[in-house]
């Protein structure tokens, strides 16, 4: 399991969207032209062709969390819990892919599977989400 020590002035980005805005992210930056539930976009991960970056604030900004309202509806009435669990429950996965979690390897996603239930077990009131609404 990895460990992060992150500093308390640490800034993560969280917007609600529809479906047709999450499609077309979802369809401009992973080239999947279909609505998904969450996209994570670190500020941590770079590729050769993008220009290097030297944050020098004292606050360190891990991404942008974007999360379809629309598919996270629909996932908590399959799910059987509430649309504030689901997002909870999003917004936890989202944050774990800016921290560099994955699950795409199956060894990958036990590990972030695992993470998830660490954080919401840490956090009781997120378990309690599914029963309030």
Known sequence: ?????????TEV????VDDVTIQNLNRDYRGVDAPTDVL????????EEEPAFEDLSAVKILGDIVISL??????SEEYGHSLEREVAFLTVHGLLH???????RPEEEAEMEQMQ????????????????V
Do not use: C
Request: proline letters at 4%.
């Open 13 to 16: 980005s969280l917007t609600l």
């Open 117 to 132: 239930e660490v954080i919401f077990g840490q956090w009781p009131q997120l378990t309690r989400l599914g029963n309030e």
């Open 70 to 75: 629309e598919t996270a509806s629909r996932q």
């Open 98 to 104: 800016l921290l560099g979690y994955d699950h795409q």
């Open 40 to 47: 994570s976009f670190s500020l941590e991960e770079s590729r």
């Open 1 to 9: 399991m990895k460990e992060r020590q992150l500093p308390w002035e």
